[in-house]
């Protein structure tokens, strides 16, 4: 029942071939219906997940009948829509007036047929009389506790009876036998199945459904629609189906420019490093992988670093350029991107502890740019999201020369404007330069901000401004920059102040200071922070360890991380496509998920051997 706490969600649409098996004049039903949930306050940093997502499409009847148990909540909710004011909502809690009893076992026999049908049985090839094996699966649609119950059930309805065909009412033996006759010849199951196809049916069209069959037929959940209900396999089938969608559109661009006898599919080479995040590292995918799923669909680390090294590097690039790209895209048709966001831009460095550099052609180590950090590794633009309801990261790129960070964030700043557009873009004051702001301005206009360091105007603004106090200079002498920026001081909380405990931050922009309050800059740009979580994240959570000393590997691995980062991300925040749930997916699932739906799952038998 919806009532005022209910979150209202997007649309289920229903395609039913049952409705046809009923009278014409009953045939009226609503094919689509608005989805309810229940109230969930874990889910409120993200905004309301349960207005993204896309409608979710019905078909019936379905391919297995396990299918109906995971749609069980969708079921109620076209149950609910379709239930007429004929109906009595009133009934007994042990069971259902003669009259609500009598329409459910007419429209049971009605859709039994059908169901059968769906189950590979023939009413004309069993060995039992149509009449009883219909009788049968009336007793199971009912979840009835013996056929001594199911004659009496025919006593108390003589209208079922006669629907049945039976001038007189058999006895239990005769129940009996058909049943041992249909279990010998392999047909029990079926028609318990075929009942179960019905009852959802039935409950589908809005028709009371008695109390034993909810029970029985997994029709006990809740309108509006309650995740906590869900049983686990629906769960998991609905992240393994938001995964397997996700790869089928995201992996395209990636090709290695493959030959005919390129021994592993590009999926099987995501999916072992999504195994090797979880086995902690990548020599660790195949032998874990091997316990549950079939060896030979599972590339060696040896067979994926080969492949690297015959692809340039610039083409490594280019492909995930075009998968962030087609994420983007995704997201907007789940409701994301529907706004401009705000954007954090950095960098996060994979130091090099190899004991060679690598052959001929590979990429050149840099120094760490990190002030006070010493080594050599591989330097990475950042481009991410950094409000909470969409934190995605749209781009991480190899910075071959420290010089060229600021053009790496700007082609990083460029793909996700022409995409999604820009709110205002957020830099932290190791680019506290000309070059900087200038590109901020070539595509964020005036909607920018850069910490400033302690030095020149913003040096002088810090020292004048007394405590507690915020401050701002219109104009400033900044790196020949024309005009000159803004500057903004504010007072900042004990949390966020420095090893040196300064009490002020300073800031550049061109937002006008007498529109934009400091309080407004500070605010927005602390949660800029939430980028180095997110690098966190993508390193030790999604993040494949490695040895490798080759470039092209490790910027392989760390696109796949963010590749990874960003379906869960996605799942968490939009409902499913499959069954309309609010998933909290942790990563480790999100990575299991991916390699379930790519390799094939050994046997129990061949597991034991």
Same mark, same amino acid.
């Given at each position: ?38 109230? +969930? ?11 993204? $997502?896309?409608?979710?499409?019905? !078909? ?38 003669? &009259? ?19 189950? $590979? ?16 699966? #009336?007793? +199971? ?29 058999? +006895? ?18 079926? @028609?318990?199945n075929a009942a179960t196809r019905v009852v959802h049916?039935?409950? /589908? ?31 998991r089938a609905a992240i393994r189906h938001w995964v ?33 995040? *979880? ?6 995918? /195949? ?5 549950? *799923? ?7 680390? $040896? ?15 280019? %492909?995930?350029?075009?998968i962030n790209r087609r994420f983007i895209q995704i ?54 999201? %950094? ?6 990261? #749209? ?34 004051? !190791? ?22 360091? /302690?030095? $020149? ?36 909380? &004990? ?9 002020? %931050? ?14 407004? @800059? ?30 092209? %590997? ?32 942790? *990563? ?22």
């Open positions: 029942m919806m009532t005022e706490s209910t979150v209202r969600g997007g649309k289920a649409v229903h395609s039913d071939a049952y409705i046809h098996d009923l009278d014409s004049s009953k045939a009226n039903h609503t094919s689509e219906v608005d989805l309810g949930y229940q109230h +969930d306050p874990t889910g409120e940093d993200y905004g309301p997940v349960a207005q993204r $997502g896309q409608d979710v499409e019905l !078909e019936h009847p379905v391919e297995d009948v396990e299918e109906l148990y995971h749609e069980a909540h969708l079921t109620v909710q076209f149950g609910e829509a379709n239930r007429s004011g004929e109906n009595d909502e009133n009934e007994p809690s042990d069971g259902l007036s003669e &009259e609500s009893a009598a329409e459910f076992d007419k429209t049971v026999l009605q859709f039994a047929e059908r169901a059968l049908c769906e189950e $590979g049985v023939s009413l004309d090839e069993l060995p039992e009389k149509p009449r009883r094996v219909r009788a049968l699966l #009336l007793h +199971d649609a009912w979840a009835m506790e013996s056929y001594p119950r199911l004659v009496a059930h025919f006593e108390e309805l003589e209208a079922t009876a006669q629907k049945l065909g039976f001038s007189s009412i058999p +006895d239990q033996s005769t129940f009996w036998r058909t049943h041992n006759a249909l279990r010998e010849d392999g047909y029990r199951e079926s @028609i318990q049916a039935v409950a /589908r069209r809005g028709i009371i459904v008695p109390e034993s069959a909810v029970t029985a037929h997994g029709l006990d959940v809740s309108v509006p629609i309650d995740e906590g209900e869900v049983a686990g396999e629906t769960r397997d969608s996700l790869l089928d559109e995201l992996l395209e661009p990636i090709s290695f420019d493959r030959s005919k006898n390129l021994q592993h599919a590009v999926k099987a080479i995501i999916a072992a490093v999504a195994q090797g995040a *979880y086995a902690h590292g990548l020599n660790s995918a /195949r032998p874990t992988a091997s316990w549950h *799923y079939e060896t030979s669909e599972i590339p060696t680390a $040896g067979q994926v670093s080969r492949l690297l090294r015959s692809v340039d590097t610039q083409e490594i690039l280019r %492909m995930f350029t075009d997201a907007s048709a789940h409701g994301f991107f529907d706004r401009d966001y705000n954007y954090a831009l950095d960098t996060t460095w994979v130091k090099y502890e190899g004991k060679h550099v690598g052959e001929d052609g590979e990429l050149k180590l840099i120094e760490n740019p990190k002030q006070g950090d010493k080594g050599i590794g591989w330097l990475f633009a950042v481009l991410c999201v %950094m409000d909470i309801d969409a934190r995605f990261a #749209l781009g991480l790129n190899l910075v071959e020369d420290k010089s060229e960070t600021t053009e790496q964030f700007r082609f990083l700043l460029r793909t996700a404007a022409r995409e999604g557009g820009v709110n205002r873009v957020h830099i932290d004051r !190791e680019f506290y330069d000309g070059d900087a702001v200038r590109m901020c301005r070539a595509i964020a206009g005036r909607n920018w901000v850069i910490r400033a360091k /302690r030095q $020149g105007e913003a040096a002088e603004l810090l020292a004048e401004t007394p405590e507690g106090k915020s401050n701002s200079r219109r104009n400033i002498n900044f790196a020949d920059v024309t005009p000159g920026p803004n500057l903004y001081v504010y007072p900042v909380p &004990e949390k966020f102040r420095d090893d040196a405990g300064h009490t002020h %931050m300073a800031f550049l922009s061109d937002l006008d200071p007498d529109d934009t309050p400091a309080a407004e @800059i500070f605010d927005t740009y602390s949660k800029r922070w939430s980028v180095e979580t997110l690098l966190r994240q993508l390193k030790h959570d999604v993040g494949v360890e490695t040895s490798s000393p080759y470039p092209k %590997m490790r910027l392989f691995l760390l696109q796949i991380a963010t590749l990874c980062y960003n379906i869960h991300t996605l799942m968490n925040r939009a409902t499913s496509p499959k069954y309309a749930l609010r998933l909290d997916v942790p *990563y480790y699932e999100v990575l299991l998920a991916i390699v379930d739906v790519v390799y094939t799952r050994r046997g129990a038998t061949e597991l034991n051997r």
